[in-house]
């Protein structure tokens, strides 16, 4: 059963270890459902505990104990010992100088579906240790600031585990009798347990190798199963783009000899930055221009730059608690985030990261799940790896950057890594780096870490024709979250830049400040401030939040006419886009309204205007050109709602697409025309964008539903080379009463049905189509063989892609989608704590609907918390929701 006071553990609490380990001896003899671990541990009383407690208490869970042994003497009776059911305790240990102690247990990989320690994926044993994995290995002090040197032995047999893998160089290999061999790994850098690894099966690798900028050669190895051998070329790549770009941006170099990747099917997470041995879901590795859209290859790249740069944001310098995640994960979000504009469109990279940071971790912030950056408690630590965390501890690493500069943060990027290398510390510490480094003072900025919400930035503009000045007032605000009633002021970079009335632009000089430039940087620290800028001869058209500088959230007053005008002129390619987001969202809001209060609906022609204009003009950035033609979505229209209304949301944004594509079909047919072609297997900006361009004039051009566009639609999909076209196609097919969609999904299948991550993008597509068959869709295909209720990537596809992508059927008034999401989190509960949290995700928001809906959602957060043995993982988050109550 359920404890029913689950333990929470709190950042003020946080003691040192009573013990060090100074390094382990692993030796696991590799079973699918009994393997023997043994370990040696070299241990000291840590002398900057202040505990007398003379035992040593390690953590274990679901291990079989087999024998204990101190200092090579006697086995440890059951007397000299305590096992519960999470840690093993010895009653007295030495405390004066080093000791050894030695432990044998089995462990069933078979049986674990939570995929948290050593389990079988797909065939082959694979690890996953953070957070708190190890302690289903074995007993050991499983916690990030116990740091130590790991040597491990792997002995298996020859046929079912062929390669044997796990952290650091590979020191020594041998034979043994009945088949087996065995490898010894020696990893030369202190690390936590959680970074260990261990992958043994049957795999395939490919080489390859880079010169550091010392002249260091290092061996690149990419291990995967046989049959997906073709489609790691571009992973190899990317590792090679990261590896240079972080030497050339941060002058980091790779410390080992050997760099390993290995791809696995069966996965809770993108990626692992274990070191010198990343596991990674097959996701985020395997790609080939048939199997993998544009959207895929950058996606990869992403992910292998994110998990190389935790070589240095992450291994070298660790976190000294769980509280302190967003200092490796904020860090690392931010220089992969670099990594990609740098080799991508940096205005296309910025859009899409803010996008969603404002569609998902805005909502987080708003909801029962608020936390800071570094959270205060948890009961769960896995619920924590949130966008919070991740996106959000990017963003304020970010605006570091941007009150430092540059050439500021290198600065300070060197001092920390100077500082702390090899060491377990805290976010603190990165901050105070940044402060002696540029010999500034962020103690006011510290705040962001500590506090939970999206900050409310009001601007109010007033302009002074005869002093030809403009005054701009902003005033900061933050919402209560839970625990924290009262917030105080933060440290916010405001860009801004001024504009004149023919779009060119206009001087920003502050009054008593420096000269005039193109954009300043504000600095708002205070509840309200205002700002002076002087010599305007006329009132000009105000850029604010360029960049977005800053995760918050902006009201400011235009008018629709302002917002076209800097959708047409803005020369900061992020508020450009904005305006158009801005825009769109003024002329659909007011479309629900309407629609709300039994009027008829009616198109702005100043949106047909200026999406007219914007189609009109040459773009030399063909994917920045196809942002500025996307509507805002519908979960970020949801968000400017207070009560959100799915049916009005949708049906008000669906006639907006149809008018513009009513009205502007001559232009894209001719954009989609001029922009056709056959580039499959090309990655260069022009290719993509010209695929992104095509396909987003196919999408609106799909909502006509004539014979020529469904014959369109067809042809595309009938005939493309690459899956970003056939995706594309497929999409339009199943989003619109197309008469062929069926024949197309089936053909679809039968083509990619032994690929399983193109069956992910199958699965997907259809839990999250608009048509309103879906929902009975979704049961169905519940019941396909190729769905797979213990596969992560699977569960994600279809059930995590109906609840949280489908805000239209996921939220029918009937409540059939809450009970649906609720049959399968409990299902999962059982299987997978990790995933089946997250689920609940879908649930959370309850109070932001209609009274009916709420009363269905709280039903089934109420059941979910109510179930025999329900995970700590699944309780936290479904009766953290249950108790909040936003003020």
């Not at 059951?78 to 007295?92: E, F, H, M, P």
């Not at 041998?174 to 088949?179: A, C, I, K, R, Y």
């Not at 291994?315 to 690392?332: A, H, V, Y």
């Not at 879908?842 to 979910?864: F, P, S």
Request: charged share 20%.
């Amino acid at each position: 059963m359920r404890d029913p006071n689950p333990q929470t553990i709190y950042l003020k609490d946080y003691t040192v270890p009573e013990y060090l380990i100074h390094s382990v001896a692993l030796n696991f003899t590799l079973d699918d459902e009994n393997t023997l671990v043994s370990s040696r541990l070299t241990l000291s009383r840590n002398p900057a505990s202040q505990s007398r407690d003379t035992s040593l208490t390690l953590s274990g869970e679901n291990l079989k104990l087999m024998r204990i042994n101190l200092d090579d003497g006697n086995d440890l009776s059951k007397d000299q010992y305590l096992q519960t059911q999470d840690s093993l305790i010895i009653n007295a240990v030495p405390q004066q100088q080093r000791f050894v102690l030695s432990i044998e247990n089995a462990i069933n990989p078979k049986a674990n579906t939570a995929l948290e320690g050593l389990y079988l994926s797909n065939g082959m044993l694979c690890t996953q240790c953070e957070a708190e994995g190890f302690r289903k290995i074995t007993y050991f002090l499983d916690r990030p600031d116990v740091m130590t040197l790991f040597t491990t032995t792997l002995v298996g047999d020859k046929d079912r585990y062929p390669v044997l893998l796990s952290n650091g160089n590979k020191i020594a290999q041998g034979e043994l009798s009945d088949n087996r061999h065995w490898v010894t790994w020696e990893d030369p850098f202190n690390k936590p347990c959680y970074l260990f690894a261990l992958v043994a099966g049957q795999l395939e690798c490919i080489a390859d190798r880079f010169t550091t900028q010392s002249g260091r050669d290092i061996d690149l190895q990419i291990f995967v199963e046989k049959h997906d051998i073709d489609k790691c070329d571009h992973a190899m790549e990317s590792l090679k783009n990261a590896m240079h770009w972080d030497e050339q941006v941060y002058g980091r170099e790779y410390d080992l000899d050997l760099y390993m990747i290995v791809a696995v099917s069966h996965f809770n997470m993108g990626a692992m930055e274990n070191k010198g041995l990343n596991v990674f879901n097959t996701k985020f590795v395997l790609a080939r221009p048939d199997t993998a859209t544009d959207f895929d290859y950058e996606h990869i790249e992403a992910v292998i730059g994110h998990e190389y740069f935790h070589n240095w944001t992450g291994n070298r310098i660790t976190c000294r608690d769980w509280f302190q995640l967003s200092l490796k994960e904020g860090f690392t979000v931010f220089r992969d985030q670099e990594f990609t504009g740098d080799r991508t469109s940096k205005a296309v990279k910025r859009i899409e990261d803010v996008n969603m940071l404002r569609t998902r971790q805005f909502a987080e912030d708003a909801g029962p799940l608020a936390h800071p950056i570094r959270p205060d408690a948890y009961i769960e630590i896995n619920n924590f790896y949130t966008l919070t965390v991740y996106e959000k501890g990017a963003e304020v690493v970010r605006m570091i950057r941007t009150l430092v500069g540059a050439e500021g943060f290198r600065k300070g990027s060197d001092l920390y890594f100077e500082r702390h290398d090899g060491q377990a510390v805290t976010c603190d510490d990165f901050v105070s780096a940044m402060e002696a480094a540029n010999d500034i003072d962020l103690t006011q900025f510290r705040r962001w870490y500590a506090q939970a919400g999206t900050p409310l930035l009001t601007a109010r503009q007033h302009y002074d024709p005869s002093a030809q000045t403009l005054t701009l007032t902003i005033s900061q605000s933050c919402p209560p979250t839970p625990g924290q009633a009262v917030k105080e002021p933060l440290h916010i970079p405001v860009t801004v830049g001024l504009l004149n009335k023919d779009g060119s632009v206009a001087p920003c000089k502050l009054q008593d400040g420096d000269q005039a430039c193109d954009e300043v940087i504000l600095q708002l620290t205070q509840s309200e401030q205002a700002f002076i800028f002087e010599g305007l001869a006329e009132q000009p058209v105000v850029s604010i939040l360029r960049g977005f500088s800053a995760p918050v959230k902006l009201v400011m007053e235009r008018s629709l006419e302002e917002s076209a005008f800097l959708l047409s002129y803005d020369s900061d390619t992020f508020n450009r886009w904005e305006a158009g987001q801005q825009l769109a969202g003024q002329i659909i809001m007011g479309l629900i309204a309407d629609l709300q209060n039994g009027r008829g609906m009616h198109v702005n022609p100043i949106m047909i205007n200026a999406f007219k204009q914007v189609l009109e003009q040459p773009w030399d950035d063909l994917s920045y050109f196809s942002l500025l033609l996307n509507l805002p979505s519908e979960t970020y229209l949801a968000e400017q709602m207070q009560v959100v209304d799915v049916e009005a949301i949708h049906a008000a944004r669906e006639f907006v697409t149809l008018a513009l594509a009513e009205q502007l079909q001559t232009q894209l047919q001719a954009l989609y025309l001029n922009n056709h072609r056959d580039e499959s297997g090309k990655f260069d900006a022009g290719a993509i964008g010209r695929r992104r361009i095509k396909n987003t004039c196919l999408s609106y051009l799909s909502k006509l539903e004539n014979k020529d566009i469904h014959h369109l639609s067809q042809q595309q999909f009938n005939t493309a080379k690459n899956m970003t076209d056939q995706m594309a196609a497929l999409t339009v097919i199943v989003n619109n009463p197309h008469p062929a969609k069926q024949q197309c999904l089936d053909s679809f299948y039968r083509q990619w049905q032994a690929e399983a991550l193109v069956i992910d993008k199958w699965f997907t597509l259809q839990a999250s189509n608009s048509m309103p068959d879906t929902f009975a869709t979704v049961q169905a295909l519940m019941q396909h063989p190729a769905f797979d209720l213990k596969n992560p990537n699977r569960v994600r596809s279809l059930i995590g892609a109906f609840s949280q992508s489908n805000p239209l059927h996921f939220h029918a008034s009937n409540g059939q989608g809450y009970q649906f999401l609720t049959d399968q989190i409990i299902a999962l509960n059982t299987l997978n704590p990790q995933i089946a949290s997250r689920m609940v995700g879908a649930l959370t928001a309850w109070r932001r609907y209609d009274e009916g809906r709420q009363a269905l959602m709280k039903a089934q957060l109420e059941r979910i918390i109510t179930t025999e043995a329900i995970s700590k993982d699944v309780y936290e988050v479904a009766s953290k929701s249950l108790i909040y109550k936003a003020d």
